[in-house]
C-alpha cells in the first residue's frame, strides 16, 4: 500500500495549493528496554466523628507513574534544519518506550452523615494536581527530539473540584434528592497547525510553549430528584411491597458546558469548543418493590 502525505491541505479541495509526496512504508518496534509501566501510590488520611454517624475526613494521596508509555519517531528528520530522515527508505519508524513519567496528588475534604434530621448526604472539596509528560502509549511528542516541552499538566489535570450529594425527608411526603457537581476547568494544547519539522505530523507548538498550556472554562452541573412511596400493604408497612415514583430532572440550569475547544492557531475555530455536555433532561421513573 503506497502512502502520499499532502502538505497544508485546502478546503474544500485538499489538493489546491499543496504539495502531495509518496511516502515510503512506516514500522513499528519496542524499544530494547521497554517495560510494563507501574505506579507507586501513598496517602494518609485524619478522620474525626463530629457527631454521631457524622464525619469529617482530611486526606492526602499522591501517586508516581513511573515507566509510562510513549510513542517516538526514531527517524525523524534531524535537527536543525529538519529536512532529511536518518534513514531515507523508511518514513515513520515509531518507538514504543516506557520513559514517561506522571505525579498526580490530591487534598481531600469530606463531610459524610446528617447535618440535621431531615438532611443527609456527603459533600467532598478536592485540590488536586497532575502532571506527566506523555498522553498515552498512541501519543507523539511535538519534538521527537526534545522532550523537555511534555512535562505539564495532564489531559485529566483539574485544580479543584467540588460535589455534594443528599437526601431531604421531610416528613413521609415525599423524598428529595440534589446533587451539585463544581469542577475547575481541564487543560488543552496549543498548536501552529503547521508541520514545521516535517516529520508528517502538525502537532507543532510555538517555541517555549508546553503541552497543555491553555485552560477550558469550569463546569456546574446540578441534578434533582423527587420520588414518593406508595405502601400497598398497611399492615406490613415499609416491609410490605411498595411502589415508588420518581421524577429526575439533570442539569436544571440548562447550563451550557462547552467541551473539546480547539488549540490550533491556523484553524478558524481556534479557542472555540467541537462539543458540549448533554443539555437539561427529565427522566420520569416507576419502580415496584416486594
Same mark, same amino acid.
Not at 518496534?29 to 457527631?51: F, G, H, K, M, N
Not at 523508511?90 to 487534598?107: A, D, K, M
Given at each position: ?6 502538505s ?9 495549493n499543496?504539495?502531495?509526496? $509518496? ?41 508516581l507513574g ?5 510513542? !517516538?519517531?526514531? /527517524? ?8 532529511t !530522515? ?20 490530591s ?35 511535538a ?30 411526603l415525599? /423524598? ?5 457537581q ?36 469550569g ?13 400497598? /400493604? ?16 439533570? /442539569? ?20 472555540? $469548543? ?5 443539555? !437539561? ?10
Amino acid at each position: 500500500m503506497q502512502r502520499f502525505l499532502i502538505s497544508n491541505p485546502g478546503y474544500p479541495n485538499p489538493y489546491a495549493n499543496a504539495g502531495v509526496s $509518496a511516502q515510503p512504508s512506516s514500522l513499528v518496534r519496542q524499544a530494547a528496554d521497554v517495560r510494563i509501566p507501574y505506579t507507586i501510590q501513598y496517602s494518609v488520611s485524619v478522620e474525626r466523628e463530629l457527631q454521631r454517624a457524622t464525619t469529617l475526613t482530611v486526606s492526602y494521596f499522591r501517586v508516581l507513574g513511573v515507566g509510562m508509555f510513549r510513542s !517516538r519517531d526514531i /527517524n525523524a528528520p534531524l535537527p536543525p534544519l529538519y529536512l532529511t !530522515r536518518p534513514d531515507p527508505s523508511v518514513n515513520v519508524l515509531r518507538q514504543i518506550e516506557s520513559s514517561g513519567r506522571q505525579v498526580t496528588q490530591s487534598l481531600e475534604i469530606s463531610f459524610r452523615g446528617n447535618a440535621t434530621k431531615y438532611f443527609t448526604g456527603m459533600a467532598q472539596y478536592t485540590l488536586g494536581y497532575a502532571h506527566n509528560d506523555t498522553n498515552g502509549i498512541g501519543a507523539f511528542p511535538a519534538n521527537n527530539y526534545d522532550l523537555s516541552g511534555e512535562w505539564a499538566r495532564a489531559d485529566f489535570d483539574q485544580r479543584q473540584r467540588f460535589n455534594l450529594l443528599g437526601t431531604i425527608k421531610p416528613g413521609r411526603l415525599v /423524598n428529595l434528592g440534589a446533587s451539585l457537581q463544581l469542577e475547575s476547568g481541564r487543560p488543552y494544547s496549543l498548536a501552529t497547525g503547521l508541520d514545521s519539522n516535517h516529520d508528517g505530523l502538525a502537532i507543532d507548538r510555538p517555541a517555549g510553549v508546553r503541552r497543555n498550556s491553555l485552560n477550558g472554562p469550569g463546569y456546574v452541573d446540578i441534578d434533582l430528584r423527587c420520588s414518593k412511596d406508595f405502601l400497598l /400493604n398497611s399492615t406490613k408497612g415499609e416491609k410490605g411491597p411498595k411502589l415508588t415514583a420518581a421524577i429526575d430532572a439533570f /442539569n436544571v440550569t440548562n447550563r451550557v458546558s462547552f467541551d473539546n475547544y480547539v488549540g490550533t492557531l491556523s484553524s478558524p475555530f481556534f479557542g472555540q $469548543a467541537i462539543s458540549a455536555r448533554p443539555a !437539561r433532561r427529565l427522566q420520569l421513573s416507576m419502580r415496584y418493590q416486594f
